[in-house]
């Protein structure tokens, strides 16, 4: 199987049910932002840290099955979704971790060690993720649990940076005003 088609040289793409639609759509737009997020959290892995590397590996099949729900605009699809368990299971490892580090008593730098930087510039991507996805579901039915998601996950990142970095020795920056 070729991976290139030349279907989408005239910025025209398919989406899952294969209605052709601009490259340009929130749709599209949406789902390959979610994509970068996707590929952001794969440059991460391994941070050195196995317990933040297998819930990066969850997170990334949850981001790739947002990616598929957001490509598919027939709501009632059976396709795979993300859902309320899912954002659960996101506020629970950053319970967990909240054990683990200091009270935030200010607004942070993005940075640290090399994990916590990238995690930190994941978290940026998901952010704009987030804000595709709520663009799209202002015109489109989209899955209200994975804008949910991605709200929640980016939260997730920013623990999973913080716990990282202190791991890792690296000493929280606050900015200066």
Excluded: C
């Excluded at 209605?19 to 599209?28: D, G, L, Q």
């Excluded at 990616?67 to 950053?94: C, G, I, K, N, Y």
């Excluded at 579901?137 to 991605?150: F, R």
Aim: glycine share 6%; net charge negative; no cysteine.
């Amino acid at each position: 199987m070729k991976i290139y088609t030349g279907r989408g040289d005239e910025g025209m793409t398919d989406l899952r049910n294969m209605e052709r639609v601009p490259k340009t759509s929130a749709r599209i737009e949406a789902y390959g932002t979610v994509d970068e997020a996707n590929a952001l959290v794969g440059v991460v892995r391994p941070s050195g840290h196995d317990d933040v590397d297998e819930r990066l590996r969850a997170v990334q099949n949850h981001l790739h099955v947002i990616q598929a729900d957001f490509a598919d605009p027939d709501d009632d699809s059976d396709a795979p979704r993300v859902d309320q368990e899912d954002v659960d299971q996101l506020e629970a490892w950053m319970d967990d971790y909240d054990e683990e580090l200091d009270p935030l008593r200010s607004f942070i730098l993005p940075g640290g060690s090399e994990a916590g930087a990238k995690l930190h510039h994941a978290r940026a991507v998901v952010r704009r993720a987030e804000r595709r996805a709520v663009d799209l579901a202002t015109d489109e039915p989209v899955n209200e649990h994975a804008i949910t998601y991605l709200n929640r996950l980016s939260d997730a990142l920013f623990v999973f940076a913080r716990v990282v970095n202190k791991r890792d020795g690296e000493t929280e920056e606050a900015p200066t005003y």
